[in-house]
């Protein structure tokens, strides 16, 4: 079976094609600035995305007609029970109201090519999958509640990987997951459900790279009224200029590292912080689950870093099973649970809004 995953971020847009989960191609779809800027909208960006991802698969000697299924990454769609969705019109029209993120133009390209050579398609696990229980929700203010956004993708596709490891399936399964990239997102997944999760979006967990993570709430309040920031700039600056960045000028772990192997002092006090927060985030989630814990598991990109996996090691060894799986195959997730549900080994869910 070909299957076609579509992944687009802010200025580029990757797409995979897959014989069943054997990659046969993979490509980075390039978009300039000054090609934006011609489109008012970010929706209205999903047509020159469409077209040119049909010209690579052209390009490739195939054409969009010899795809069995079309994977695509889910966006902001609200909360939402975790699985794989078939994209119908009402899936589609959600994907497309209120877009503040370039993941939801994968669903609109995907449909229309759906009506357009009657190939099935499907979203698979979006950043706003919700299963938190209601307990973990609860905040001190009213109608201040926390929210699940987080990186469902990668999380529920290892969190599979690593109870296959175990002999168990997820359902039968208590285990952490600790997804760190840009940003760093730690679940508790308790029988095929993330019951608590940090919303590593809005500000939320361990600072990251170039996000803030939790802060002290007067100081923030402080810097509301402190009149060098509007709205959108704060919201900004606590989301993607924060962390490492904010201190360092990089959100590259790879050139924190060079800094300490080079003696600087504060990038050194840094990193050891960076990992001091993920690891008592760790030991947060370890209460959720009661002790119960299977293993914990530690993906994304910084996972390859030796130095800092072992810094959250020296502090949370002793709570149990500890496995690393560094990296992230989002576009091997998005084709295999596509495989899944074709083949019938996992329902497909249908949107209700």
Request: net charge neutral; aromatic share 8%; hydrophobic share 40%.
């Amino acid at each position: 079976m070909k299957i076609l995953a579509i992944n687009p971020g802010s200025t580029s847009t990757k797409i995979s094609i897959f014989e069943d989960t054997n990659l046969l191609f993979e490509e980075v779809l390039r978009h300039p600035a000054e090609e934006l800027s011609k489109y008012p909208t970010l929706k209205d960006q999903y047509g020159y995305r469409e077209d040119m991802i049909t010209a690579f698969i052209k390009s490739k000697g195939f054409s969009v007609k010899d795809i069995d299924a079309i994977a695509a990454r889910g966006g902001l769609i609200g909360p939402i029970e975790g699985g794989t969705y078939k994209i119908d019109e009402k899936l589609a029209e959600r994907l497309g109201t209120n877009m503040v993120h370039a993941s939801n133009l994968a669903g609109l390209i995907a449909y229309d090519l759906t009506k357009e050579y009657n190939i099935p398609s499907f979203i698979t696990n979006p950043v706003t999958v919700d299963e938190m229980e209601d307990i973990a929700k609860i905040t001190g203010i009213p109608g201040i509640t926390r929210k699940s956004k987080f990186h469902a993708l990668n999380q529920k596709a290892v969190a599979g990987k690593v109870a296959d490891k175990l002999g168990k399936t997820y359902e039968e399964c208590n285990l952490i997951v600790v997804h760190l990239g840009g940003g760093v997102s730690i679940g508790a997944h308790q029988k095929g459900k993330v019951i608590d999760v940090n919303n590593c979006i809005d500000g939320d967990g361990p600072m990251s790279p170039n996000r803030a993570g939790s802060l002290p709430v007067e100081s923030v309040i402080e810097l509301c009224f402190s009149g060098k920031y509007t709205e959108k700039s704060l919201k900004a600056y606590v989301s993607s200029e924060a962390g490492l960045w904010a201190y360092l000028g990089t959100s590259d772990t790879r050139d924190v590292q060079k800094m300490i192997a080079a003696g600087n002092k504060e990038a050194e006090t840094l990193y050891k912080a960076f990992a001091y927060q993920v690891a008592k985030g760790i030991g947060a989630m370890t209460t959720v689950l009661k002790g119960k814990v299977d293993a914990i598991v530690i993906t994304g990109g910084i996972a390859y870093s030796d130095q800092f996996v072992g810094m959250i090691k020296e502090r949370t060894s002793f709570l149990g099973n500890i496995i690393v799986m560094p990296g992230e195959e989002e576009m091997l997730a998005l084709a295999e649970s596509v495989l899944h549900v074709m083949s019938g080994k996992e329902k497909v869910k249908v949107y209700k809004g």
